[in-house]
């Protein structure tokens, strides 16, 4: 399977949610960040990744929540 890497706008736009609300579901653990480069700097995510873990169907059955830290 080939990984395809978007940025975080562009995952952004494919999810028509804010780029803020895809840097939270990374720090959520909800979504995995790849830095890529010399700088360290850009992030992308894998859009697999957002198809198969984000995208379900509404009935089917959720994953257990994840708890904030305190």
Do not use: K
Not at 28 to 54: A, K, P
Request: zero cysteines.
């Amino acid at each position: 399977m080939t990984r395809r890497y978007l940025t975080l706008v562009e995952a952004a736009e494919y999810l028509q949610i804010s780029s803020r609300t895809v840097r939270r579901l990374i720090a959520d653990g909800e979504l995995t960040g790849y830095r890529m480069g010399r700088s360290q700097r850009t992030i992308r995510v894998d859009l697999n990744e957002i198809d198969g873990q984000l995208m379900r169907p509404m009935n089917s059955p959720s994953r257990t929540p994840r708890r904030r830290g305190s």
